[in-house]
């Protein structure tokens, strides 16, 4: 089955504690991102990636770092995690960076305390 | 800059009626798509319609209709014979494939209620 899975789902953590969460997709796509949502703000990119080794940043990017080493993972890292990056976040990838639905990832809803 | 507009944060329709959830956008890119995702409470984003510029018809798919009107930079969309299911947010986005640099732009949501 075709799909992005991401790990964990749910995560209450504490201010400083580094954590990562993990994205994988198993359709060779080439784009890859990280959104958060939250309430009334709708989705913001973090990070997006084109292929292996090449990211880049999106609406929001700090405090978060991400790395592309293999095609199918794309994990976001929290180094300092603080209550403001408490949120909803979404993986997602497509074929390609333009003319393609993306695919979504079920979520991992992150408090840190 | 591209920016999507949802004007509606809430709308309420009685079942197997027809609603319409309202998008407008903004861009400066000659080539573009339209997204619109819908998330139910469980949280997950489910992919419904895709309407790209150079379409010359409306985007349909089932029960989903993109009314796509590009002068007035509007693509909302249309639900017909609306379902107890429907009850969800939705958002609209947007992917612009020129200087825009192609990532994918969300509205804030609307969050749709069907009465029974």
């Known amino acids: 089955e075709a799909q992005v899975t991401q790990n964990p789902r749910y995560l209450i953590t504490v201010t400083g504690k580094k954590l990562t969460v993990t994205c994988s997709q198993n359709?060779?796509?080439?784009?890859m991102s990280w959104y958060r949502q939250d309430p009334g703000l709708g989705l913001r990119q973090i990070y997006y990636?084109?292929?292996?080794?090449?990211?880049d940043k999106g609406d929001v990017p700090e405090g978060y770092k991400v790395s592309r080493k293999e095609k199918r993972n794309f994990p976001l890292i929290l180094e300092s995690p603080s209550p403001n990056q408490t949120s909803l976040y979404f993986c997602?990838?497509?074929?390609?960076?333009?003319?393609?639905?993306?695919?979504f990832g079920p979520g991992t809803r992150l408090t840190v305390t | 800059a591209q920016k999507i507009t949802q004007t509606q944060p809430g709308m309420f329709v009685q079942e197997k009626e027809a609603v319409t959830l309202d998008c407008t956008y903004d861009?400066?890119?000659?080539?573009?798509?339209l997204f619109w995702y819908k998330q139910p409470s469980s949280g997950e984003m489910i992919f419904l319609i895709y309407?790209?510029?150079?379409?010359?018809q409306n985007a349909t798919e089932g029960r989903y209709s993109l009314n796509f009107q590009k002068a007035r930079k509007s693509a909302n969309l249309v639900i017909s014979a609306s379902q107890l299911g429907d009850s969800a947010m939705y958002f609209c986005?947007?992917?612009?494939?020129?200087?825009?640099?192609?990532?994918?732009?969300f509205g804030k949501g609307t969050k749709l209620s069907v009465k029974p």
């Open positions: 997602a990838s497509s074929l390609a960076r333009v003319g393609y639905e993306q695919y």
């Open positions: 359709m060779n796509h080439e784009y």
């Open positions: 990636s084109m292929n292996v080794e090449v990211t």
């Open positions: 861009t400066s890119d000659q080539s573009y798509g």
């Open positions: 309407q790209g510029s150079y379409d010359e």
């Open positions: 986005a947007m992917r612009g494939y020129g200087g825009s640099q192609g990532n994918l732009i």
